[in-house]
């Protein structure tokens, strides 16, 4: 069983993301770094969570 520190600060629904919160919708992460593929985002689809690693 998967125990995971929930931070109730940062929501998350990226599951193949290693720290998402498998029984809730949290990232364990103390802080995350969120940036841009685009160089000048006008939209939230233009912005990425920089903090993103694949669950292996």
């Known amino acids: 069983m998967d125990h995971c520190h929930a931070n109730e ?5 990226v599951q193949q993301c290693t720290h998402h919160c498998k ?7 103390d802080c995350i770094t969120i940036g841009t593929h685009e160089a000048h985002p006008t939209m939230d ?7 993103f690693e694949l669950q292996r």
């Open 23 to 29: 029984d809730k919708n949290y990232c364990s992460l």
């Open 45 to 51: 689809q233009c912005t990425d969570c920089k903090s």
């Open 9 to 13: 600060c940062i929501k998350c629904s």
